[in-house]
């Protein structure tokens, strides 16, 4: 692994970006989790085992950015213990954490310099809740829960050098997955993206993908970093004309984002349609499905 520098994730994490408003790919960091936890969807869904409340620690990949607003949905939670989530950031980089970590954010991580973590209340962390935390410019923490009324969580966090995401899948919370980030600047909006690397679905061909990206163009990662057309924008990154028509008839992505629906989910985001055999054109289709009735 590339030690970190202090002003950058690593190497890996920080190469990528996809658009002038990009804020870069933002996932759970793959080393520095707790020993209960277990990552998927491309390091973007953490799951801690329902045998313990503890051991549930994750950081994020890279450095966030004062004012960078880190959205988080609660997956699973269990009501077999008390308490919830935490959410907090820190000066110390994941890469340079020792195995295995503190069992616990609060007190083992909360206690010690450069840590700054506090409890989100019960109520804000129920499966299918959504999150959002930041840190202000005035080093203050804030969370909102599904677009409530921002909470503050905490004051005093040090703004002079960079600051990781520190996450504790705690007590009642068992699942939770990065939706992503943004940070608005004057009349801009600047956006993370997906990683760049995305696990194939089983059901989707490598030759198959191979066949759409050459068809729609080599860029798999998108951003939402230009205006909404007058046509219907695509469903996934909301700012490109949707142009690619699959299958089951909806006409729902761009060409730049329809390489990475079809690989890491293989069906139509609108109808779950699945896409598999190549047809005619150099798309690729299954059966259509049979109208109700017929």
């Not at 690593?10 to 996932?27: I, N, Q, V, W």
Request: aromatic residues 6%; neutral net charge.
């Amino acid at each position: 692994m590339v030690k970190d520098n202090g002003n950058s994730g690593d190497a890996s994490e920080t190469s990528h970006r996809c658009g002038m408003f990009c804020l870069g790919p933002l996932t759970f960091h793959r080393q520095a989790v707790g020993e209960k936890v277990r990552l998927s969807c491309g390091d973007r869904r953490a799951e801690r085992t329902e045998s313990t409340f503890k051991n549930g620690l994750v950081f994020s990949s890279r450095p966030v950015k004062v004012q960078e607003k880190i959205r988080l949905r609660v997956e699973r939670d269990l009501f077999l213990w008390h308490g919830a989530l935490r959410v907090g950031l820190t000066n110390m980089p994941p890469s340079d954490r020792p195995l295995p970590l503190p069992i616990m954010a609060i007190p083992n991580l909360s206690d010690s310099p450069g840590h700054w973590v506090a409890p989100v209340p019960e109520s804000c962390c129920q499966a299918g809740s959504e999150l959002v935390f930041w840190v202000s410019c005035g080093g203050t923490m804030y969370v909102t829960s599904n677009n409530s009324r921002q909470h503050k969580l905490l004051t005093g966090v040090d703004l002079s050098r960079p600051l990781w995401a520190m996450i504790d899948i705690y007590g009642q919370t068992c699942s939770i997955s990065l939706l992503g980030s943004e940070k608005k600047k004057l009349i801009s909006t600047y956006r993370s993206c997906p990683a760049p690397e995305y696990p194939t679905s089983p059901d989707v061909d490598s030759r198959l993908i191979s066949e759409v990206s050459s068809l729609c163009g080599n860029e798999y990662i998108t951003c939402p970093d230009t205006e909404v057309s007058t046509d219907e924008p695509c469903v996934v990154c909301m700012g490109r004309e949707a142009e690619i028509t699959l299958p089951c008839g909806h006409r729902c992505l761009c060409r730049l984002c329809a390489p990475m629906v079809i690989q890491q989910f293989g069906t139509c985001p609108l109808c779950r349609h699945v896409i598999r055999a190549r047809v005619e054109g150099g798309f690729v289709s299954e059966t259509a499905p049979t109208p109700a009735g017929h």
